[in-house]
Every structure is written in structure tokens, then in C-alpha cells.
């Protein structure tokens, strides 16, 4: 659970949510064919398109990043960058012509429902990526626990909001600035804690960069 202290947030967040880029332009830079999957699966999941759309750009930019198709770091392929747990698991291909088996990908490989289940395919890995956000959230739609799940960097969390903003997101500024409070604020008891205090494992996602 998330303890927000009484404070002032830091210049820097609300600075980090600000922008030149308007939403209709920073939606137009987004492939059509990807936007229309990032709100296809947002709907489906119950997550909003732009919070997948901010993961999508940061990940591999929306499918357009070659590296993105190179397994690396435990098996980690495809435009949202699931990984498999090994490159050779990333690389092998059955005979129903499923890619990827194992880690994170094989817990999720199966959401988009129509096999063969690809980690190559951007219907399947978006599709893959909303269930997981989706349940990582919970109930209460902790949209930044879930992406800290995804990828356990502060300034990953931070970015993916910032992003998500831009597209459109009206609630993405606010949790930012709930998001840096919780990373700069001092624990005021030994109850209570400014700091985010999840427990699960997050997914490895090595290729983030802020730019």
C-alpha cells in the first residue's frame, strides 16, 4: 500500500509533466496499426491505451526500434519486451509456430487468445502486456505499482507516466506527483512510509532509455 506524506511535491514532478507536445500530436506519432492495438487490449483489460501506449514507446517505440527483435538479458524480445527467460527459449519456435516459452512471456503469452502465440507479433506481446498490468494493478487500478512491476526503475515508472500524460492520460500527472513524493520523502514513523513498498518480483525490461 502506498503512504503519501504530507509534503509539497518537488518542482521536478510537476515540471516532468509538463510539456510543448500536444496530445493530438503526440497521438499522431504513434503507427496506427499500434495505437489501434494499444486501445483494442486497453478496453479489453480495463487499462488505459495511453498507459500502454507510454510502455509501448518507451520499450521499443512502438514496434519501430530493431533491437527490440534481438533476444538479450534472459530472453527478453518483442515490442513490449517480455522476457522468456533465456534467449534460446525466446528463439525457439514449436511446431503449432508458438514463439517463446518461460519467464514472464510464459505466464502471459496466451492473452491475446488467437495462437500461434508470438513474441514477435505486436498483438500478442500488447495483449500480454494489458493482462499483466491489468491484474498487477489490482482493483484499485495502482496503475504505478503495475508498472513498477514491469520494470522496477524509478525513473522507468516516472517516464512511462510522463509519457502517458501526453497521450492523453488524466489521472497519469497526478500519480507522478504522488510517484516522487513517495521517492523523496523520509519515512516520518517507524509506521509510516513515504516510500513504494511492493513485494512481487518485477519483469526485467533492460532496454529502457528516457529519450
Known sequence: MLAVCAVVAPAGAQASCTTSVTRASAVASIPGDYLALYQKWGGRYGVPWQLLAAVGSVESRHGRDPGAYVPHTRGVLGPMQFQAGSNKAARRVNAAGDQGFGGTWGIWRRSSGHP??????????IAAAAAKIAFDAGTAHLWPRA?????????????????????????????????????????????????????????????????
Open 116 to 125: 500461434p502465440y508470438r513474441m514477435d507479433d505486436p498483438d500478442d506481446e
Open 147 to 211: 508498472i513498477w512491476r514491469y520494470n522496477a526503475l524509478h525513473a522507468y515508472r516516472k517516464t512511462v507516466l510522463r509519457r502517458a500524460a501526453r497521450f492523453g492520460m488524466s489521472s497519469a500527472c497526478g500519480l507522478l506527483r504522488k510517484s516522487e513524493q513517495a521517492a523523496v520523502s523520509p519515512p516520518r514513523s517507524s509506521r509510516i512510509s513515504c516510500a513504494w513498498r511492493w513485494t512481487a518480483r518485477p519483469m526485467s525490461t533492460s532496454r529502457f532509455r528516457t529519450a
